[in-house]
C-alpha cells in the first residue's frame, strides 16, 4: 500500500530536498521505496553519500545520520505493513550498501568514479544519472568533484562502445 506521508509529498523530483522527509527518515521512521519507482534517494551522511534505489527501506537505522535528501527521478514510497514486506525492502537497501562498499573499495580513484558513473546509469532510468551533482557523485564514490568530471567523460565514450556488463567487469579487473 503506497504511503500519502502526512508533511512530505509522496512523489519526490528530481533535485528536490525535502525537509519533512529528512525529518521522518532521521527520527526512526521505515519507509520502502516502491519497487516500480523509477529514481532513487541520495543520502547525504557527514562526508559521505548513501544511495537507496528501489525496493529499498530508508529510515530507521539506516538513516539516522542523514543531513539532507535528494531525489533522482520521480520517487514514491511504500508503507511496510508486513514483516516479509520489511525483510526484503531491508535486504535490497543491504544489497546497495554492498555494491556501494565494493566500488569505494577500488585503490583508483578514476576507476571508482567511472564505476560509479557506470552503476548508476543501470540503476536510474535514461539518463537521470547524468542529472546528479559532481560534488554528489563524489560524496557516493569517495573522490574529488573533478574526478568524477573525469569519470563521466570517460564513462560516456565508453558505454557508446561496449555494454555496461562489460564495463562494469573492465573496472573490477
Known sequence: MLSSLP????????????????HRLTGGHVLAIAPDTLGGLLLVKGFYVDFAGPGAAVGGGFDRACTAVYAIGTVRFQTLLTSSALEAAIQARVAYAEQLAAIVSIPQAVQRA?????????W??????LTISSE?????????????HRAWQTHKELSAEKPLADLRHEVLI
Open 124 to 129: 536510474l532510468p535514461g539518463n537521470l544519472s
Open 136 to 148: 554528489l557523485m563524489a560524496g557516493l564514490a569517495g573522490v574529488l568533484p573533478g574526478t568524477v
Open 114 to 122: 567511472r564505476l560509479m558513473a557506470t552503476y548508476l546509469a543501470e
Open 7 to 22: 508533511q512530505a509529498k509522496p512523489h519526490l523530483q528530481t533535485g528536490s530536498h525535502n525537509t519533512a522527509l529528512l
